[in-house]
């Protein structure tokens, strides 16, 4: 049990022993220990890789979250959170995004193309003032690994350094994402090169001024 738990995809099966008799000459222990090794070894090559999938990921977050609710409190920072909880979600579902995860004061969410993640964005940030918050956002579009319902990848951790990157009430946009939606009614200004922590190379980032 010791050696299994230590082995990833491992499976732990007793098998039936004789004593004095190596499994191997017991007929019965040898068609056992043949049977579950075949087991085994095809629910092991059976396993489905994860999924690659393009996708755009947005990621906000409250500005100054942790003064908020040590002014407000354990219970009203909880019913300040559920009401931004709820714009976000209400406007998700009007985009038609997907919530992949909430951490805290911030949102995961995916969508199928950059413009209705950008749209949804912008029209969370239009509620947001009414509850005294402020947000900041990130939006970036690439391959993502699919397992479970979740995203992973590279991709996703170029989305949450542009998030991290923006400035209070600022929707931060790769150059990838800008380039996708050319055309639009979406306008940029120019935010340069930039490191994202972890992540190889210089990025182009815009900030989002406004859709015509």
Same mark, same amino acid.
């Given at each position: 049990?010791y050696?299994?738990?230590?082995?990833?995809?491992?499976?732990?099966?007793?098998?039936p022993?004789v004593r004095g008799v190596?499994?191997?000459?017991?007929?019965?222990a040898h068609?056992?220990a043949m049977?579950?090794?075949e087991?085994?070894m095809?629910r092991?090559?059976g396993?489905?890789p994860?999924?690659?999938?393009l996708a755009?990921?947005?990621?906000?977050?409250?500005?100054?979250?942790?003064?908020c609710?040590?002014?407000?409190?354990?219970?009203?920072?909880?019913?300040?959170?559920e009401r931004?909880h709820?714009i976000?979600?209400?406007?998700?579902a009007?985009?038609?995004?997907?919530?992949?995860d909430t951490?805290?004061?911030?949102?995961l %969410?995916?969508?199928?193309?950059p $413009?209705r993640?950008?749209?949804?964005v912008l029209?969370?940030m239009?509620?947001?003032p009414?509850?005294?918050?402020?947000i900041?956002?990130?939006v970036?579009?690439?391959?993502?690994e699919?397992?479970?319902g979740?995203?992973a990848?590279?991709?996703?951790?170029?989305?949450?350094?542009? %998030?991290a990157? %923006?400035r209070?009430?600022?929707?931060?946009?790769?150059?990838t994402?800008?380039?996708?939606?050319?055309?639009?009614r979406?306008?940029?200004e120019?935010?340069?090169l930039?490191?994202?922590?972890?992540?190889? $190379?210089?990025w182009r980032l815009?900030?989002?001024?406004?859709?015509?």
């Amino acid at each position: 049990m010791y050696v299994s738990s230590r082995i990833r995809e491992s499976e732990l099966v007793v098998l039936p022993s004789v004593r004095g008799v190596f499994t191997w000459l017991d007929p019965e222990a040898h068609e056992r220990a043949m049977t579950e090794t075949e087991r085994f070894m095809s629910r092991v090559r059976g396993a489905s890789p994860p999924e690659r999938v393009l996708a755009t990921v947005l990621f906000t977050d409250i500005v100054g979250s942790t003064d908020c609710a040590s002014k407000l409190g354990d219970r009203g920072w909880r019913e300040l959170l559920e009401r931004h909880h709820a714009i976000v979600r209400r406007r998700l579902a009007e985009f038609r995004g997907d919530e992949l995860d909430t951490a805290g004061d911030g949102f995961l %969410a995916a969508f199928d193309g950059p $413009g209705r993640a950008i749209e949804c964005v912008l029209a969370i940030m239009r509620e947001i003032p009414e509850l005294g918050l402020k947000i900041r956002a990130g939006v970036h579009t690439g391959e993502c690994e699919r397992l479970d319902g979740k995203l992973a990848g590279i991709a996703v951790a170029v989305g949450a350094r542009i %998030a991290a990157s %923006a400035r209070p009430g600022e929707v931060l946009v790769s150059g990838t994402v800008q380039d996708l939606v050319a055309g639009s009614r979406l306008s940029f200004e120019d935010r340069g090169l930039h490191e994202l922590k972890g992540v190889p $190379g210089m990025w182009r980032l815009a900030a989002v001024v406004a859709s015509r």
